[in-house]
Every structure is written in structure tokens, then in C-alpha cells.
């Protein structure tokens, strides 16, 4: 079946930069979806298609998808932010696929 | 805007079955895909259900496969979750959501707030 690793959590100071990998055997063929997930709270897509963003979803979010790799930025963090962070994928095989989160610390 | 309601959760004995139901608003239901995702508190997502448009083509995961049953009423702007023989590991909040296309293989665009189900004696 197939697999996407994401890092258990990062940490960023606000105004930096945070970046959260997602990876996966040729992830770079399909597409790649991102989810925020605040506590106590529903998941919410924040890009799909590797780098589109919904309406509503600022443009500090942006995502790039390549070879073995996917990552999702969040320029200039803010408090806000914090939240658990996952990745999404379609596979003809083993049909929808998250990874398995990331949790994004803002110190 | 999009609203997704769940209802139907609750505590059922191992063995036993329960209904789950998604009520849709804000959008044109019969145009898109539907999903069921289930979360573990504490742990992370898991893709249990999709269907598409018009309910043509059906996935489940294989933890569910043979269980439970997706199903929906586009007449009634509803999206159904029949879960068969609950397990312990069954355990967990029921999301209901949006696919951004007719087909069941896109991003999930909206999601709703979740039911919570848990199978204990």
C-alpha cells in the first residue's frame, strides 16, 4: 500500500519561516493535497493540487511537489498557525492516503 | 456557504451497528463526490469511505470493507454511513466531506464538525 511520511513536528519563531515535508515513492506524479487542523477542531484544505489554494486561505501558504517529495511553506508564521498539518494523496491502489501529520509549533 | 452536518454518533456495543448521517447545505450536492473520514482523538486521518456523484462508484478502505456501507440520497441532500459488526478499533470521530469534484479521487474542500462513535461494553 502506499505510504507518506510527514516529520512527527516542527518548530518556528513567528515571522519565519515553516516548512513540512511529505514524502512518498514518486509523490511528485500526483497530486497533493494539505490540511490544517486546529485543536479541537475539523480539518480544513489549505492546498490542493500541490499548490493551489482555496478562497479564503492566505498566501503565506504555498506548496511545491517534486520526485520523492512534497512540502508545504507557511511564510512570515504567526500564532495562528499552530495546528497539526497533513498531507493527502489519491493512489489507484490504494485509493486515499493521508500521512501521517505534522505538528506545527509557533515558540 | 458549504455546511456539513453529522448525526448518528453515539456509544454501541462491540458487534452491534449504527447509521451515520451527513446533512448537506450551501451547494449543488448531486455535483460532487462524498467521503467519510475517521479520526482517532489523539491520532491522525483515515480515509474510510467515498462516492461519487451519483453514487456509481463506491471505495472503502480495507479496515471497513465488508462492514460498513456508504451510501447516498441526493434527493435529500444526504450522505449515509451504515457500520456493520463495531469493533473496538472503530473508535473514533466521523468526518463527512466534500470532494472538489463529481468523482471521489479529488481534495476534500469542506468538511464537516464530526460525530464522535464509540464501540464499548
Known amino acids: 500500500s502506499y505510504v507518506l511520511t510527514q516529520s512527527p513536528s516542527v518548530s518556528v519563531a513567528p515571522g519565519q519561516t515553516a516548512t513540512i515535508a511529505c514524502g512518498g515513492d514518486?509523490?511528485?506524479?500526483?497530486?497533493l493535497h494539505w490540511y490544517r487542523q486546529r485543536p479541537g477542531q475539523a480539518p480544513e484544505l489549505v492546498v490542493y493540487?500541490?499548490?493551489d489554494r482555496p478562497s479564503g486561505i492566505s498566501d503565506r501558504f504555498s506548496g511545491s511537489n517534486s520526485e520523492n517529495t512534497a512540502t508545504l511553506t507557511i511564510s512570515g508564521v504567526e500564532v495562528g498557525d499552530e495546528a497539526d498539518y497533513y498531507c493527502?494523496?489519491?493512489?489507484?491502489?490504494?485509493?486515499?492516503?493521508f500521512g501521517g501529520g505534522t505538528k506545527v509549533t509557533v515558540l | 456557504e458549504v455546511k456539513l452536518v453529522e448525526s448518528g454518533g453515539g456509544l454501541v456495543q462491540p458487534g452491534r451497528s449504527l447509521r451515520l448521517s451527513c446533512a448537506a447545505s450551501g451547494f449543488t450536492f448531486d455535483d460532487f463526490g462524498m467521503h467519510w473520514v475517521r479520526q482517532v482523538p489523539g491520532k491522525g486521518l483515515e480515509w474510510v469511505a467515498g462516492i461519487n456523484w451519483g453514487g456509481g462508484n463506491i471505495d472503502y478502505a480495507d479496515s471497513v470493507k465488508g462492514r460498513f456501507t456508504i451510501s447516498r440520497d441526493n434527493a435529500k441532500h444526504s450522505l449515509y454511513l451504515q457500520m456493520n459488526s463495531l469493533r473496538g478499533d472503530d473508535t473514533a470521530f466521523y468526518y463527512c466531506?466534500?470532494?472538489?469534484?463529481?468523482?471521489?479521487?479529488?481534495?476534500?474542500?469542506?468538511w464537516g464538525q464530526g460525530a464522535l462513535v464509540t464501540v464499548s461494553s
Open positions: 493540487d500541490d499548490n
Open positions: 466531506a466534500k470532494d472538489k469534484a463529481a468523482a471521489n479521487i479529488g481534495a476534500f474542500d469542506s
Open positions: 514518486k509523490i511528485g506524479s500526483k497530486s
Open positions: 493527502h494523496v489519491w493512489d489507484s491502489r490504494s485509493n486515499h492516503v
